[in-house]
């Protein structure tokens, strides 16, 4: 399985593709390690990008990304682009953005999969240079 660690959605685990990749389909669960939901990583002409494609609780399925500003504002979460425009730089993905739909915010962020797990894929945002708002396992 593997994990995508978010503070603010919490633990991600996957049932799908044990493999060093960032690409394929993540379960992002809540804190109570129930699954929230699951987002693909994809690639698409050297671009890496993530969106949700499944939202397990049948009643949030239809939820707005009210907070969202821009063209997501008001969007569907469920098919939203929550991680935009990564690039490889050696075994990670940087230069990459990443939105919460809780609140709207979009953050600077790099992804790679965890060198110990893996299944176990880290996510880490910052404001500006150094200041670290969720992270992965280092």
Request: charge should be negative.
């Amino acid at each position: 399985m593997k994990y995508i660690l978010i503070l603010f959605v919490c633990i991600a685990s996957s049932q799908l593709a044990i493999s060093q990749s960032v690409f394929g389909k993540w379960e992002i669960l809540k804190e109570s390690g129930e699954v929230r939901s699951i987002i693909e990583i994809y690639e698409n002409d050297g671009i890496v990008n993530g969106k949700v494609i499944e939202i397990l609780d049948e009643e949030k399925e239809d939820n707005l990304c009210v907070e969202c500003e821009g063209e997501e504002k008001n969007k569907k979460i469920l098919g939203l682009v929550l991680l935009k425009d990564f690039k490889k730089d050696q075994e990670k993905y940087v230069d990459g953005t990443i939105l919460n739909p809780d609140d709207g915010k979009i953050y600077k962020s790099k992804i790679w999969v965890d060198e110990d797990n893996p299944n176990i894929l880290n996510v880490r945002g910052y404001i500006g240079f150094f200041i670290k708002l969720w992270s992965g396992e280092d």
